[in-house]
T-cell receptor, first 116, second 114 residues
């Protein structure tokens, strides 16, 4: 298994540009999520999905869109990039979508995004 | 609402010394608690987790943590630090109802001095 993969590893955007961060997992995991990591703030949840066709907002969803058309893929879209979206983005997945199962979330290697 | 607080954004220890990283949680319902480690320029890797079984949880690389409900704490310890332990450590919480969303602390960067 490749686990959780993310592309690209690094991206530079200009303000107002759009882009999609890709995330895929090959573990047949039900739950997938996106976090952003900023210095001194830990990781914050952007959006999550509890299954194909089902998505919901996390703590910091503004400026981001997601969709989940397949179990494997969970892309994150920035429609109009802003400097405040400069961050490191992590995708994660777990077998069960229920917190009560105590499932471990597995993280991808991250995408480092710089918005000028 | 649930949250975690990590005391100390930077901790330095000598090689061979005890490692103690502090985490306190706030949750209105019984929590599940996790410690993750992040090595430079990498993703997060699970060290250990508490899911309401044994209160003393053992993880990888000789790390362990004890869930103390009375103190609302889940501190991470290791008896003897190695140079390879230098990394950033994150405590995280989820609650037993709802989706498997994690709420992270702000992290503690561990430096190991030779």
């Amino acid at each position: 298994n490749a686990g959780v993969t993310q592309t690209p590893k690094f991206q530079v955007l200009k303000t107002g540009q759009s882009m999609t961060l890709q995330c895929a997992q090959d573990m047949n995991h039900e739950y997938m999520s996106w976090y952003r990591q900023d210095p001194g703030m830990g990781l914050r949840l952007i959006h999550y999905s509890v299954g194909a066709g089902i998505t919901d907002q996390g703590e910091v969803p503004n400026g981001y869109n997601v969709s989940r058309s397949t179990t494997e893929d969970f892309p994150l879209r920035l429609l109009s990039a802003a400097p405040s979206q400069t961050s490191v983005y992590f995708c994660a997945s777990s077998y069960s979508s229920s917190a009560g199962a105590g499932e471990t979330q597995y993280f991808g290697p991250g995408t480092r995004l710089l918005v000028l | 609402a649930q949250s975690v607080t990590q005391l100390g954004s930077h901790v330095s220890v000598s090689e061979g010394a005890l490692v103690l990283l502090r985490c306190n949680y706030s949750s209105s319902v019984p929590p599940y608690l996790f410690w993750y480690v992040q090595y430079p320029n990498q993703g997060l890797q699970l060290l250990l987790k508490y899911t309401s079984a044994a209160t003393l949880v053992k993880g990888i690389n000789d790390f362990e943590a004890e869930f103390k409900k009375s103190e609302t704490s889940f501190h991470l310890t290791k008896p003897s630090a190695h140079m390879s332990d230098a990394a950033e450590y994150f405590c995280a919480v989820t609650i037993q109802t709802g989706a498997n969303n994690l709420f992270f602390g702000t992290g503690t960067r561990l430096t190991v001095i030779p």
